[in-house]
């Protein structure tokens, strides 16, 4: 095993704040009518075959009187609303979509802008030039790196300035005293500040040991510093200029009659921030392991602890020989399974564990209610790659993208970035666009999805009372190396007040984050009596910022010249991602993150005794041993590939529970293995559109209504309302189980019953199935480990569905009650206890109840929706974070940055 230099930073943030936001563009953009001359003379070898999409637009900025018109008059400021029709249509156009037509639902991602789409021109100082296109997209040229990286600090400063800010207060814990004290303000700095509670001088150290790592690392240090330095020039000039964010004066930063007031100048630490918030989302994967300790115990004391355990470990489905995986060709990479006899595994009492306050002396209106949690770290984003042996033109073809949730502005912005040392174009977050992050350069293209391999183990500490009187589960110390060491105290303490953007009351509270050497405490118990504290240990914890080399040399055409050099590359993000590469010949794959050495008796699923550590591990600045390049899932030429946040390889760990013999995952392997095992050759074209209607694709109906109906046709069907269903989900079935609109724009479903049957019926099948056998309390538990369903109507309008649920157990067990094989089989037969006859009767009853359920109580409403509204239940909301809102459209199950690649040639 080696120690490597760290270096990191992406991710992806789903989460929704109460906060009026938007952005302002420059209002001294001048007209060009022709700027071709301007731009330098730059390889493409797409050839008009690259394309991207990033809805709703490009523009995120909205002045005072641009936010007031909208609220008046329905009007949106240009170019802040221009992507959302393409993205939106292909729902319904996609069974049309050819490689010609493709830029009828794609924007045309070719480097350059063509002469008569040349809408405007900054020179924000003279070693740079930003070019915008008719989509408002940002060309960024420069004629040294300092300027091409001004340039990028000014340019999302123009499109993201609010955006960035909001960002930067939420990473610190500090949102309700900068945007207002509405609940999802609170939540979102409550689950980021519990997720990376630190100081300014840790933030700094960050930026200190990237700075002095290398040459490398010094070249982003200052790449870094122009870029806000690009920032803060647009911040002086928009305040001067009276053309800021309007949402400075709707939540009283500045008045709007005198221009008093500030709006902070950007620090390096900000940069950390933003970039531990992004991490945060979908970074890092692990974690959960009290949660898995309590379902573990509820189930032993159902079945007893033999066979409990036996019933336990095949529900965790760690690496299920039944489940789709991206490397597909019998590559073993062994990591992060249990072992056989497991030791040091720090199981609780029953009933001890309670979750580490984090919120205290709550005052005003941070007393009138308690706040949902965020949700945190939902995995998203999908890939379909084929290599050139299979593609019509015998160059390979990608379509692929982050599904980062939809916002307005949208958490991504577009760019180009062309300088010394750097040619790219694609997105990046707002606040970390010095870099294209996904996207394409001069002949490769690259993206990537959430992997979430495990990198997070809880550790139990003894609690203890340096004066040696007895600890409690409240006492703030703890034995560590043989010593009682008080914990760290990091906290905020927030107040906010009543402003014209958020009318919450007056309020405060403090934020207390306790934080031992394994990181900050999320829960307290006991065992055997004694008091501890489980600690989170995150590999990226104090190292947010070490992936900076990864994306410097994605975005520098003379370190990616091959495959080979992009996965070496691709190592050097310290975040859990599933890296996909494209260029003329090669089609690549690399899963990158700091993956720490554990002993060999170590459990990562559950939480462990201290002092079983990581190989290596010096808690001073928590650094490891982590497994070398050659560990890691990768792969070149594979026949093809997809992602979709399921499993990588074989023998490589799971470390949630959905990865299972149904996954999302099989909507686009079913639909990519069989153009490769028919023989069609693939096209731009044809990719696309097994994208698209995998995106629109039911789950349940695809992969578990088929063997639902194999049981119920073991005897005919005699109720007469059950029989009715069945037949309705038989015909969508047999029609695609999709959920697709009877036209563009009626927003009816065909087969709309069908869905509404099936979106009833779920729940109460999975209870019936499982909770008899399981009992209450233990599947109770395990829904918490594990949520039941997650279909387009339950996963709060924000598009990614079918990522976690009991859809492989319910296959599995019903295969099993059937008689057919099933490998990796569950510990028992629970549908009507492995009778089959039983069993039967437990799906007849249920989906007799489901289509007796109204379409009122099934779709109860929401904001958005009226009850009943099935479309509108499904249908995507772009979450204001700002001033500027936009219509809702239809579900799509499908990335929010897209690009669509083939090259041509090479350099």
Known sequence: MTMRTRQGTLGILTGVTAVTAAFTLAASLLTVPQARAEEPVIEDHCVGQCSDILPPGQNGNATLADILAHRALGTRPAHSADQLGEYAALETGYRGLTTDTINEFFNDASFGVPEDEVTSRTRPREDVTILRDRLGVPHIYGTTREGTEFGAGYAAAQDRLWLMDVLRHVGRGQLTPFAGGAEGNRSLEQQFFSAAPYTEEELRQQIDRVANSGPRGARGFADAQAYLEGINAYIRDAHRGRYFPGEYVLTGHVDAITNRGEIEPFRLTDLVVIASVIGAQFGAGGGGEVEAAIAKLAIQERYGLER??????????????????????????????????????????????????????????????????????????????????????????????????????????????????????????????????????????????????????????????????????????????????????????????????????????????????????????????????????????????????????????????????????????????????????????????????????????LPVHAGLDWQGWNPDGNTADYTPFEQHPNSVNQDYYISWNNALAEDYAAAGYEKSAVHRGDLLDRRVREFVADGTPVTRGNLTRAMAEAGLADL??????????????????????????????????????????????????????????????????????????????????????????????????????????WW???????????????????????????????????????????????????????????????????????QPLGGITHRKIGTQNRPTYQQVVEFASRR
């Open 700 to 805: 349940r109906a695809e992969r578990v209504l088929p063997v639902l109906l194999r049981v119920l046709d073991t005897a005919p069907v005699t109720d007469p309302a059950a029989a009715a269903a069945i037949e309705k989900l038989r015909a969508w079935l047999a029609d695609g189980g999709l959920r697709t609109q009877t036209r563009a724009g009626s927003r009816t479903y065909r087969h709309a019953d069908a869905i509404r049957i099936m979106d009833a019926w779920w729940p109460l099948l999975v209870r019936a199935q499982f909770e008899p056998g399981l009992g209450g309390a233990a599947f109770t538990a395990m829904t918490r480990v594990l949520k039941v369903d997650e279909a387009p109507s339950g996963v709060d309008h924000r598009g990614s569905a079918y990522q976690a649920g």
């Open 308 to 605: 409990g355990e036996e019933i336990w470990r095949s529900m965790r489905e760690e690496d299920d020989p039944e489940t789709v995986r991206t490397l597909h060709d019998g590559q073993s990479f062994p990591y992060g399974k249990a072992p056989a006899d497991p030791q040091g595994v720090a199981m609780p009492d029953p009933g001890s564990v309670t979750r580490q306050r984090l919120v205290f002396d709550p005052e005003g209106s941070a007393e009138s209610a308690d706040v949902p949690a965020a949700t945190v770290r939902h995995g998203m984003s999908n890939a379909l790659v084929v290599s050139g042996r299979h593609t019509e033109s015998g160059n390979p073809v990608a379509v692929f993208g982050p599904q980062t949730g939809y916002f307005a502005p949208q958490l991504l912005m577009l760019q180009e970035l062309q300088g010394p040392g750097i040619s790219a174009r694609g997105a990046s977050f707002a606040g970390l666009s010095m870099y294209v992050l996904l996207g394409r350069g001069q002949d490769y293209a690259w993206s990537a999805t959430t992997s979430a391999q495990d990198v997070i183990d809880t550790y139990a500490v003894e609690l203890c009372e340096p004066s040696g009187a007895p600890a409690t589960k409240e006492s703030n110390a703890y034995r560590f190396r043989g010593e009682c060491v008080p914990m760290e105290v990091v906290e905020r303490r927030n107040s906010w007040r009543p402003t014209v953007a958020d009318g919450t009351p007056a309020g405060s509270y403090t934020l207390r984050s306790y934080r031992t050497a394994y990181g900050p405490v999320t829960h307290r118990a006991t065992i055997e009596g004694k008091p501890v504290a489980y600690a989170a240990l995150r590999s990226s914890f104090l190292h947010e910022v070490d992936s900076l080399i990864g994306f410097q040399l994605f975005n520098d055409p003379g370190a990616i010249r091959s495959a080979r050099d992009f996965q070496h590359a691709a190592h050097e993000v310290n975040f859990t991602f599933n890296w996909f590469y494209v260029d003329a010949d090669d089609a690549a794959y690399f899963n990158s993150g700091d993956n720490p050495v554990r002993p060999s008796t170590m459990d990562p699923s």
């Open 808 to 878: 492989g157990y319910v296959h599995k067990d019903l295969r099993a009650v059937l008689g057919e094989p099933v490998a990796g089989p569950l510990g028992d037969t629970f549908c009507g206890g492995g009778d089959l006859a039983a069993c039967r009767q437990v799906l007849v009853d249920t989906v007799r109840q489901a289509a007796a359920q109204p379409a009122s109580e099934v779709y109860p409403g929401d904001e958005h929706c009226s009850a009943g509204d099935q479309w509108c239940a499904d249908s995507i909301v772009h």
